[in-house]
């Protein structure tokens, strides 16, 4: 799977939106058909399913809907191929695919939580005066 990868280049520019946005749909595609390849590589399968990856990875593609250059949408569609060759040829390790693509931007649930609720106001105060 890796091989094939590779040899899938993507073109230096688009000449509408439209070839651009059929552009992305392909490797959405591309990227939908190496989850099963990526979950054998990475063990993942005890830490989430096929089906939330998936949403994952339609949810970083819609996070630029917004871009109608297909200049800008030509850059996004080689970085996003250079990320998942990266990911196939396990470029990354398992903790970077967990962190970055399954627990998300927010990180644990237990890091949501103030840190400082336990803290004596000697320690608040010692905090802000020290920090420069």
Do not use: W
Not at 20 to 40: E, K, L, N
């Amino acid at each position: 799977m890796a091989f094939t990868l590779r040899s899938v280049k993507v073109p230096p520019n688009s000449a509408s939106l439209e070839e651009a946005r059929g552009r992305v749909f392909d490797f959405f595609r591309q990227a939908c058909r190496s989850i099963p390849t990526i979950m054998d590589i990475y063990n993942l399968d005890d830490v989430v399913t096929k089906s939330q990856l998936r949403s994952t990875i339609a949810s970083e593609i819609r996070k630029n809907t917004h871009v109608t250059n297909p200049k800008v949408i030509d850059m996004l569609l080689f970085k996003g191929m250079e990320e998942l060759n990266n990911i196939v040829e396990h470029a990354k390790q398992r903790h970077h695919i967990i962190g970055q693509y399954v627990l998300g931007r927010q990180g644990l649930a237990q890091d949501l939580d103030t840190k400082d609720e336990g803290v004596s106001d000697f320690l608040k105060n010692f905090y802000k005066s020290n920090y420069f």
